[in-house]
C-alpha cells in the first residue's frame, strides 16, 4: 500500500508570492481602514490573512472580504 498522504495547506511553507499576495492584501486593508503600519491590530490583521491563505483562500480579493470583515467586527 503506497501512502498518498498530502501535506495539508497550512503545513507548507508559503512561497515569497504567497507572502506578496498576503502583504497586498494587507496593504490594502490598512489603507481602506487608515491603519499604520507597526500596530498590534495590523499584526493581527496580517496573521488573520496568512492564516486565511493557510487554509485555501488564495483570491486576494476574497482575502481581503474575509479579513476585512474580521476587523468591522472588532471596531
Known sequence: MTDTHQPRLRDVPLTSEDLAICDMVLDELCAEFQLANGGSVVDHLASIIIELYRQ????????????????????
Open 56 to 75: 485555501g483562500v488564495r483570491e486576494p480579493e476574497q482575502l481581503k472580504l474575509l479579513a476585512g470583515a474580521t476587523r468591522e467586527k472588532g471596531d
